[in-house]
């Protein structure tokens, strides 16, 4: 999917000439709002959120008051060989899970430290084919005003074919930790004004998933 990906991405070069804008909170009424946030992991990423005997996920959930879910070993996002992490809760709450668990698989990386340079990683989100058009916006302005303002580069996939009842995109962002998470708050917040991005939490964890397999709660 990587290779046929849209061409919405901002240069990295500009990113980083400019030091990114602080991170804007969510207005109270938009922060108690009740939204999820599905990303791919690989397997072994997976068992480094779970943690020893459940302890990693239970500090994030107690942490964030988020609900975090994962699919089960081996339950891949179709035409990948990653898991699926599903965070759901207040915009808030998702936020902060999300964070929790980007700066653990950052850390986790080992990195050189180098004080010049933050790593640049990546982070896939999956989002609803249907629910792309709003993060795309009219003639890509949403998505570009995405970019500038969170210096992180966005890639949206095409929708794929290949898998039948697969009804989801991939939205690729790369940046620093601060760049990933502002674009995520920026997506968060323009799904979940879309109703039909929300009326998806409540469906059956396959038709999330888009295929048959089924999430289990952790």
Known sequence: MESTESSYVSSPEAARKRSPPP????TS???EKHTYIRFLVSNAAAGSVIGKGGSTITEFQSKSGARIQLSRNHEFFPGTSDRIIMISGTIDEVL??????????LNELNIEDNDDVEPRTKVRLIVP??????II?????TIKSFIEDSQAGIKISPQDNNFYGLNDRLVTLTGTLDEQMRAIDLILSKLSEDP?????MHAPFSLKLGYQHRLTIQ
């Open 23 to 26: 991170p804007k909170s969510p």
């Open 196 to 200: 039909h991005y929300l009326q998806a």
């Open 29 to 31: 009424e938009t922060a």
């Open 129 to 134: 084919n249907s629910s792309c058009g709003s």
């Open 137 to 141: 916006g009219k003639g890509g302005a």
């Open 96 to 105: 902060k899970a999300m964070e929790l668990i980007l700066a653990k698989l």
